[in-house]
């Protein structure tokens, strides 16, 4: 135990996994002093972390553990190998890749591929395979040699604390649960794992695909399995499949210790995962396929998702590793994100530390690193599609004795595996922080987009380095150094290419008064340099990011907002999105018809079967080929929104009785839909009305067909709030967008932490109002768009001179459609009550009628208005058809439509449809006027004008009230009292 103190840091890391104890040698790197909490007593026995990629171990010789980590991986001339086999001593594999050594692959001894890739062009840092266990006893030492770090092993954190100056974190005995102490620090970051504590109490929610698959880790050591292995030519990974158990097992060093990942179906029990755990011995030979001795060292299950954080900061506490993101096992791509995670908030937090960072940096990490995250999620789930797919577990054994069939799988798993474990360069160098806040970018010469970042041209997974803004800096070999990566590190670097180290002075003044840390690097016009490097000047951050480039030296004033640019002091503004395009190359029908008609032409060759015969077994090989291609792609996994709170209907009635509040709810999330963080929404009558049981047929049969029950309903059409997540479909938006939505009545609504829309229901919300204005729009947008516009074929250019009569222009859809009506210079006349007068006034009505004086149509003149826009009930529409043109196409339009709900779905909906028909007909013949029953229907490109239109002002929010989350029943209350000027919005931040 420890007793009661307080110890004083800048930074406290709160998990000494691989990714805690590299923060912390990323801030000693830079003079940051550091306090690790690790709950366990010591480093991990885990394997289950093992690809270190090049990436990464550029990060690693920039810290200086690069030769250590290389010394704990395979030996430097020992080759490797990749199989898909029955079992691990099978000498017969459906099939095998052998690998170069990373030794030779970096002395060009081999004309091997290496494993993970490597290209001497692109980096002096080749991948590694080396154990969590040994990574984390590897920065261990390094820690432990360094003043700037300390590591709390065994010790818990029971409370988190963060005011204007710091944080407080208090920590327990693991064992005692008892004696306290307690950290101060500036900042923290949380690298607790998947199941992160500290982000549980963030309130951050995880969005994504949960339980995509079960395993089971199973560590053991057996020297005897090794030199078999050694002897074969086959010491690497191996994918297992049989009967009994399916599989990864890896050879993880060449003293004999070896771990088996165990895949299990989602559906599996703990129970039977526990029994995995108790008997790994058995289902370890199993998948050895032999009697051999070993010794099990640690065996436990975990589930594996496919998950992000929905934001990776609040205030001054910071989420990275697993904490901020999780997904399947694809080439290592999770560990390393997550040490790419470190790299770029290191930096920033020293900068904040040492004083001179802006007060926008570190909202960079999230909006640098999280779209990092969901391209590694997409590419994690491409690859490990077909891997996961239990249908392997029954096809494998079967083909697997017929030579044919195990000839198609080769090919087959040619292209599968060798895209698992020999990444191409692109994914690893290929990124670009396309949307940073810190970055000066350069947009392309787009009239219709000039916002639009310019991006790198690269054909499907080819790596081609690029020196853009947002970019990682090209490899080159410069003469004092290896690797251009060896001058980049604690602080800025200006690169001047074919100019001297007194260019750029006014950004070199400007560095200098602000204190950040800085040096130039000139250099001749090498042909290294400009085969990659074709502007004069770069700007390099710490991390080997391009900053910024240039042909010619900055103004001052250039200087200024480059400066204020890269340290910080700017806020973030999203840029226009280019479409995702998806970074797995898939095998198509073509590739199965080649794959039959050239087992044809062999069998025809070298056979003497009768043509039927050979034409028979390439359709049987053509079709094999599209069956394990089809299982190759990822199955639909449902994503969701974890747990979160949500204000649900339970049954039809009052507000009191009906509304129940719940903080475990979650959501579904299509590939067509955008997940927002609701700032706001709003409350409008259709809410009242559904819950009151309105539409309840509709309702019941949506539900039926989306195979859910009709309870719990969700309330609420429309919100504001920041995107945390996109479907894989949606290409319009991007994590961080600032966004306004509506949603139909037949979806679940907004009234929750998180809404989950269609991506045609939402767009930009309008930048010169809050989300709380931003909340109020939506629907009543949508609502008067669809009547006004869609039904009534009004807008901007044929309105003008119009008479409009809108009833009820107080509420919200009615002071919505006066402002919108006026804006395009129509005649605007409205009903509401004396007390009102002056409020319709103000939105530009022409004329107020008080309705609660009697007859409104009494004091207009007949047959004189184009349309009557009827917002309130159907006692306004015998009055107000006298008041329309005749034969002149004047219009009648209500929101308010029969509700036919208790004559049952089938004969209500005929009985609507006479009725309505029957009613046009009448009007038509009898008057030349049209009648027309609108139902709101969100469309994103009417959410695009209405913002136009706020953005100049022709359109201004109207808001009754605001509310809180918690006040969400008295909200309702209100809106059904009926006395509101505008929307009842509800706050949920």
């Not at 240039?550 to 200087?559: E, G, V, Y």
């Not at 966004?739 to 269609?758: E, K, M, W």
Request: proline share 4%; aromatic share 10%; hydrophobic share 40%.
């Amino acid at each position: 135990g420890f007793n009661k103190m307080e110890e004083e840091t800048d930074v406290v890391v709160i998990g000494g996994g691989p990714v805690g104890l590299f923060m912390a040698a990323e801030l000693a790197y830079r003079g940051v002093k550091s306090v690790v909490i690790e709950k366990r007593k010591c480093t991990s026995n885990s394997a289950r972390a093992l690809l270190m990629n090049s990436r990464t171990m550029e990060h690693m010789r920039r810290v200086g553990v690069e030769r250590h980590m290389q010394d704990k991986s395979y030996p430097r001339n020992q080759p490797l190998s990749v199989c898909l086999s029955s079992s691990f001593i099978d000498t017969t594999p459906v099939f095998q890749q052998k690998f170069s050594s990373w030794g030779d692959a970096v002395d060009g001894l081999s004309d091997r591929e290496m494993l993970l890739g490597f290209n001497i062009k692109d980096t002096v840092c080749p991948s590694i395979l080396c154990p969590q266990f040994n990574q984390e006893s590897v920065l261990k030492e390094h820690l432990d040699a360094s003043p700037e770090a300390k590591i709390m092993w065994g010790c818990m954190v029971s409370s988190i604390v963060e005011d204007e100056q710091g944080v407080t974190v208090t920590m327990i005995d693991a064992d005692e649960l008892i004696s306290q102490k307690t950290v101060r620090a500036k900042y923290a970051v949380a690298c607790d794992g998947g199941r992160s504590w500290v982000r549980k109490q963030l309130g951050i929610h995880n969005v994504g695909q949960f339980v995509v698959q079960r395993a089971c880790s199973i560590t053991y050591n057996s020297p005897e399995l090794t030199k078999q292995l050694q002897d074969a030519d086959r010491l690497g990974l191996t994918l297992i499949v049989n009967k009994t158990i399916r599989g990864v097992m890896v050879a993880l060093n060449t003293m004999g210790d070896f771990a088996f990942h165990i895949l299990m179906p989602p559906s599996t029990s703990d129970e039977k995962m526990n029994e995995v755990v108790r008997n790994a011995k058995y289902y370890v030979l199993a998948g050895i396929g032999k009697q051999v001795e070993l010794t099990i060292k640690d065996a436990h299950s975990y589930n594996m998702h496919a998950l992000m954080a929905t934001q990776y900061r609040v205030g001054r506490v910071f989420l990275a590793g697993d904490a901020a993101h999780q997904w399947l096992p694809a080439g290592g791509i999770g560990l390393n994100t997550g040490y790419q995670d470190t790299a770029d908030l290191g930096w920033k937090l020293a900068a904040m530390v040492h004083g001179w960072g802006g007060p926008h940096l570190l909202d960079s990490f999230q909006v640098e690193r999280r779209p990092i995250a969901d391209q590694g999620r997409r590419y994690a789930l491409g690859l490990a599609g077909a891997l996961l797919n239990p249908a392997f577990q029954t096809i494998v054994p079967v083909v697997i004795t017929n030579p044919m069939s195990k000839f198609v799988m080769q090919l087959f798993f040619n292209g599968v595996l060798s895209g698992q474990f020999n990444l191409g360069s692109d994914i690893i160098f290929g990124y670009q922080y396309s949307d940073s806040n810190i970055i000066v970018h350069e947009f392309e010469d787009d009239a219709d987009e000039p916002n639009l970042v310019k991006t790198p041209k690269r054909t499907t997974n080819k790596f081609v380095p690029s020196s853009l803004p947002g970019c990682r800096a090209p490899h080159i070999v410069l003469p004092e150094s290896a690797t251009i990566h060896d001058i980049f590190g604690k602080g800025f670097v200006l690169l001047v290419i074919g100019g001297n180290e007194s260019d750029c002075k006014t950004l070199q003044e400007q560095f200098q008064n602000r204190g950040v840390p800085f040096e130039v690097r000139a250099y001749p016009k090498l042909p290294e340099l400009l085969e990659h490097y074709d502007r004069k000047y770069y700007l390099i951050r710490s991390d080997g990011t391009i900053a910024w480039r240039s042909d010619s030296q900055p103004s001052t004033n250039q200087a200024e907002n480059v400066v204020m640019t890269v340290c910080g002091d700017l806020p973030y503004n999203p840029f226009p999105k280019i479409a995702l395009q998806d970074p797995i190359p898939s095998f198509s029908f073509l590739t199965d018809v080649s794959i039959g008609l050239w087992s044809t032409c062999m069998l025809k060759r070298y056979t003497d079967l009768p043509n039927m015969t050979v034409a028979g077994i390439g359709l049987g090989v053509a079709s094999l080929s599209t069956i394990l291609r089809s299982s190759a792609v990822p199955s639909v996994f449902l994503q969701q929104v974890s747990r979160h709170q949500a204000w649900l209907t339970t049954k039809y009635g009052a507000a009191n009785t009906a509304l129940m509040f719940e903080d475990k709810y979650v959501r579904n999330v299509g590939p067509k839909d955008v997940v927002i963080k609701v700032h706001a929404a709003s409350i409008n009558p259709i809410d009242i009305k559904i819950r009151e049981g309105y539409r309840a047929t509709l309702l019941a049969k949506q539900a039926k067909k989306e195979c859910r029950s009709i309870f719990p309903i969700v309330l609420g059409r429309d919100c504001s709030g920041e995107v945390v997540a996109v479907g894989d479909d949606v290409q319009d938006f991007a994590a961080g967008d600032q966004v306004y939505a509506a949603v139909p009545i037949t979806h679940l609504g907004t009234h929750s932490q998180y809404a989950v829309v269609n991506d045609n229901c939402v767009y930009l919300k309008p930048t010169n109002i809050n989300h709380r204005e931003a909340a109020s729009l939506p629907w009543v947008a949508v609502t008067a768009w669809n009547a006004i516009v869609k039904m009534a074929g009004l807008n901007e250019h044929n309105t003008r001179g119009k008479r409009v009569l809108v009833h009820a222009g107080a509420g919200g859809v009615g002071s919505f459609a006066i402002q919108m009506l006026k804006s395009w210079g129509a005649e605007v006349t409205t009903t509401c009550s004396k007390s009102n007068f002056s409020f319709v006034h103000n939105l530009g009505a022409d004329i107020a009628i008080d309705y609660e004086s009697g007859d409104f149509a009494s004091g207009l003149n007949k047959r004189s208005y184009d349309l009557v826009l009827n917002t309130i009930g159907h006692n306004y529409e015998h009055p107000s058809l006298p008041l329309l043109k005749l034969y002149s196409d004047s219009k009648y339009i209500s929101l308010q439509s029969p509700n036919m709900d208790k004559y049952g779905t089938f004969f209500g909906q005929f009985l609507f449809q006479w009725y309505y028909r029957y009613k046009i007909l009448v009007n038509r013949v009898f008057g030349g006027r049209g009648l027309f029953y609108s139902i709101a229907q969100p469309d994103g490109e009417a959410l695009k004008k209405v913002k136009e239109m706020v953005e100049v002002g022709d359109i201004r929010p109207v808001i009754a009230a605001v509310y809180s989350m918690d006040e969400m029943i008295a909200a309702h209350q209100h809106v059904e009292s009926g006395h509101t000027n505008g929307k009842v919005v509800v706050s949920f931040v």
